[in-house]
């Protein structure tokens, strides 16, 4: 009787204290695959959150320029080395490849940008820039965070993993040369399918947008300098004007989208910059304009046709002209386009993730992103994490008032660390099929 009922009190005892793990936030049992709001419960954890809020707000007081992200990088180690995790280092100089699962294939990427924009923050806060002149205005600070936050909890379940999942910490996202020197670099060597997410004000808070198919278009820079002969502004005939050489130049540049693009075909060509000239009676010598390049498709062609537009009109006006495609070695990026299998699995996901009506279907953007070369190499996905909040307005990517919602960082982590399990769950079904 005595024993019995010592076991009773034991046997209650367990189911109680199995009852208490199970509804734990920061504790994920058995097989996380079916249960990805777990990821979210645990990435909304003090514990998780603001270990990522601390992360998020280091490297945000601590810009570093594309190529320059020794310290961001080094931050990152330290973080994996903590977990446990693997990686390799340097990859594209200041890039870190982290590994987390079984070793062996399969192989899912998920990708976090880690660099900065050199311009002043005009947000005043206790984690302002400390460097004048650089600032984390796109988020990247926040991206860094979050693909941490879903390292972190990857690698606490790393035994239930069906695969391996390959952590990018990119540099250089916003001069468009991080991403394909990672490629060079072999960072997705053995990899099938790579997934990346951006913080956005464009949508709101708790939602994703994206879509399947050109989600980011295409997108480069060009500048030129034309060239004619300066001397008195009040005696032209002895000149050669490029300042009308320009002005013509500019004005016929706005006819290859207008006259030469179908209309249900999405182009930009935009004049951001003209110099020239600093007197009012003196013609200069030379007129230097330059901007940029946005196109779904026939990018190249479009290319060619800026770079005949300018030298031609600058020749019927007697100029000379020399146009750069690369200027600042800043190349052109392919458009982002989202694969249509793994669209359907990340909806699927983020519906189960965060609710029904929590998945926007995305508008084509023309903005563009260096994950367009990953997602050229190998199938990708892209979408954005909404943070906007209707009682406090967060400024667009590229603003010096641009602030991140931190209250954002743990979907984002959750989003990440459940794209990534339920890909292998999905292959490794895939595989339990055909046999
Ligand atoms: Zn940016
Ligand atoms: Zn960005």
Redesign the pocket.
Known sequence: MAINNFLLFNLTLHLLLLLRVSSDPSRITGDVSRTPKKFLEYAKSPEVLDWMVRIRRRIHENPELGFEEFETSKLIRSELDLMGAKYKYPVAVTGVVGYIGTGEAPFVALRA?MDALPMQEDVEWEHKSKVPGKMHA???DG?VAMLLGAAKMLQEHHQDLQGSVVLIFQPA??VFAGAKKMLKEGALNHVEAIFGI?LTNRVPFGKTASRAGSLLAGSGFFEAVITGKGGHAAIPQHTIDPVIAASSVVLSLQHLVSRETDPLDSKVVTVSKVHGGNAFNVIPDSITIGGTLRAFSGYSKLQQRVKEVITKQATVHRCNASVNLTPEGKGAVPPTVNDMNLHKQFKKMVRELLGEESFVEASPVMGG?DFSYFAEAIPGHFSFLGMQDETESYAS?HSSLYRVNEAALPYGAAMHASVAVQYLKDKASEVHDEL
């Open positions: 940008d796109c988020g990247h991206h996202e916003e951006h992103e990517g």
